[in-house]
């Protein structure tokens, strides 16, 4: 069984910075492609970024490249949002998701939320203006 458990929500001013952490339980996190998503309310859970199991590869949704990081510390079974000039409408319940599947590059099909196995319970981000 695999647990994901998502902290660093909380409120900040639109501008400032967040950075979200996932830790995961399982011997095989390493070999786990891991991704994160928000859902605003009324809203449809959407693909922010995702990390190959190497981190090697990463993947990012337009409207957060250049702002957001995602990053992964195999050692310590985590992975990482780092999120900088936040907007107001970053403003979500950010989830982390893992991809048992082993594969070593993520793209577009990492869009899909049917594609992910496991889901932690999500963290609520708010960027007041």
């Known amino acids: ?3 994901l458990v998502e902290s660093g929500g909380g409120l900040v001013q639109a501008g400032g910075s967040l950075r979200l952490s996932c830790a995961v339980s399982g011997r095989t996190f390493s070999s786990y492609a891991m ?3 928000r859902q605003a309310p009324g809203k449809e859970r959407a693909f922010v970024a995702a990390i190959s199991w190497s981190g090697g590869s990463t993947y ?3 409207s957060v490249k250049g ?3 995602i990053s992964r510390d195999n050692a310590k079974n985590t992975v990482y949002l780092q999120m900088n000039s936040l907007k107001t409408e970053d403003t979500a319940v950010y989830y982390c998701a893992a991809d048992i599947s082993g594969d070593d590059t993520v793209g577009t099909k990492q869009l899909s939320v049917g594609l992910w196995d ?3 319970q999500g963290t609520q981000v708010t960027v007041s203006s």
Request: glycine content about 14%; charged content about 15%; overall charge neutral.
């Open 67 to 69: 702002r957001f990081t």
């Open 60 to 62: 990012y949704a337009d």
């Open 1 to 3: 069984q695999v647990q």
């Open 35 to 37: 991704g994160w998503f």
């Open 118 to 120: 496991y889901w932690g």
